[in-house]
């Protein structure tokens, strides 16, 4: 049996860098709120626990937030699920 072509979705492009320096604040602003979005699904679906069987005790339950909040960062500044670049484009238009 045939496999249907089916294209998948792929992450939203990272914002363009921008000129100006009251953009890219703008920018910047939407960037963080977009991560601590993401951050906080992340967390939400148990991302940064650790199996009991292999729990790393007290440390890598402080530190699993942190290890979090970096990868929301990372996902955001990448191009994240498109989120920035919406709220981006709204504070934009705001302005004008």
Do not use: C, H
């Not at 294209?7 to 602003?29: C, E, H, I, M």
């Amino acid at each position: 049996m045939p496999v249907p072509n089916v294209s998948l979705p792929t992450a939203a492009a990272p914002l363009q860098q921008v000129a100006d320096p009251k953009d890219a604040a703008l920018r910047q602003a939407a960037i963080d709120l977009e991560a601590s979005f993401l951050s906080e699904m992340l967390k939400a679906a148990g991302l940064g626990k650790a199996p009991e069987a292999f729990g790393g005790g007290s440390g890598e339950d402080q530190f699993a937030s942190l290890l979090v909040n970096e990868q929301a960062r990372a996902m955001a500044e990448s191009g994240g699920i498109g989120l920035a670049e919406s709220i981006y484009n709204s504070l934009k238009d705001s302005q004008e």
